[in-house]
Nanobody, 122 residues
Framework: QVQLVESGGGLVQAGGSLRLSCAAS????????MAWFRQAPGKERELVSR???????NYADSVKGRFTISRDNAKSLVYLEMNNLKPEDTAIYYC????????????????WGQGTQVTVSS
């Protein structure tokens, strides 16, 4: 299906910013739902943010006001702008795509990237 490749991760100090990018390829049409997940060592994968084809967005409470998701359908790109980063944001961040508008958790997404590491130091 859709191939996804994340980039933009790195090491930043608390309060810093990063912008993650996800490039999609291999499909003729843009997925209905794009999302960012993250997974810290020893923890389950967590839904961070979603953006629908319409442009509507959803954020986890822990990142509201700090993260912004956006997508460029023409270029098959999705972004996650992360500001005021905290050590608790440290995780591998994954881009995901779904062909359907209704998504609840990771099982509802059918395409995944390889992940990009985000590390926030205190």
């Amino acid at each position: 299906q859709v191939q996804l490749v994340e980039s933009g991760g790195g090491l930043v100090q608390a309060g810093g910013s990063l912008r993650l990018s996800c490039a999609a390829s291999g499909r003729a049409f843009s997925p209905y739902t794009m999302a960012w997940f993250r997974q810290a060592p020893g923890k389950e994968r967590e839904l961070v943010s979603r953006i629908w084809r319409s442009g509507n967005t959803n954020y986890a409470d822990s990142v509201k006001g700090r993260f912004t998701i956006s997508r460029d359908n023409a270029k098959s790109l999705v972004y996650l702008e992360m500001n005021n980063l905290k050590p608790e944001d440290t995780a591998i961040y994954y881009c995901a795509a779904s062909r359907t508008p209704t998504t609840r958790d990771a099982a509802d997404f059918d395409s995944w990237g390889q992940g990009t590491q985000v590390t926030v130091s205190s």
